[in-house]
T-cell receptor, first 112, second 111 residues
Framework: SQTIHQWPATLVQPVGSPLSLECTVE??????LYWYRQAAGRGLQLLFY??????ISSEVPQNLSASRPQDRQFILSSKKLLLSDSGFYLC???????????FGPGTRLTVL | GQNIDQPTEMTATEGAIVQINCTYQ??????LFWYQQHAGEAPTFLSY????GLEEKGRFSSFLSRSKGYSYLLLKELQMKDSASYLC????????????FGKGTKLSVIP
């Protein structure tokens, strides 16, 4: 069976500090991968998606970036966090040929 | 642009039936999804509709009318554990698997 992992589960960071969130998927190959953010009072917002190693598409211009160094690894990064980066970050995967996306447990980020 | 509307909150009684509506206006349509999200947790997939009509899955059913840009999620025999947010999401574009989510409907089930 497939599983998706995210870490850390929670994170408190000062404004201006760097960020690295990691997502890995097990039990499948060549998945589509997605990063979403869920801020208070707002819907899930798609940040990045990837159809393969090294292939990243950005949906919203911002101070965040994403990378996919391996088939089942997806990383979300920032060089300098802003207060507005606080939120619940969710990684999701989709098996090719299927429609539904499955979400990881999420990382709750608080920027102070 | 993409616009997805759902009621912000709803309250229903244990054992009852509740219908959560979702209307959408998107540039292209290639499927509508419903997810359940308990507080502090990740969303879990409930249903997918791409053709008009009703899809039934146990106590949950989802309906789609593409001509009206409308969907609803029907929950029967409500249980306390059904208290959660319900997210409507639309996939737009034939080659695109990106989803646009509504803000979600927070359902409270009371005894």
């Amino acid at each position: 069976s497939q599983t998706i992992h995210q870490w850390p589960a929670t994170l408190v960071q000062p404004v201006g500090s760097p960020l690295s969130l990691e997502c890995t998927v097990e039990g499948t190959s060549n998945p589509n991968l997605y990063w979403y953010r869920q801020a208070a009072g707002r819907g899930l917002q798609l940040l990045f998606y990837s159809v393969g190693i090294g292939q990243i598409s950005s949906e919203v211009p911002q101070n965040l970036s994403a990378s996919r160094p391996q088939d089942r690894q997806f990383i979300l990064s920032s060089k300098k966090l802003l207060l507005s980066d606080s939120g619940f970050y969710l990684c999701a995967w989709r098996k090719l040929g299927n429609n539904e996306q499955f979400f990881g447990p999420g990382t709750r980020l608080t920027v102070l | 642009g993409q616009n997805i509307d759902q009621p912000t909150e709803m309250t229903a009684t244990e054992g009852a039936i509740v219908q959560i509506n979702c209307t959408y206006q998107t540039s292209g349509f290639n499927g509508l999804f419903w997810y359940q999200q308990h507080a502090g947790e990740a969303p879990t997939f409930l249903s997918y509709n791409v053709l008009d009509g009703l899809e039934e899955k146990g106590r949950f059913s989802s309906f789609l009318s593409r001509s009206k840009g409308y969907s609803y999620l029907l929950l029967k025999e409500l249980q306390m554990k059904d208290s959660a947010s319900y997210l409507c999401a639309v996939r737009s574009g034939a080659g695109s698997y990106q989803l646009t989510f509504g803000k979600g409907t927070k359902l409270s089930v009371i005894p």
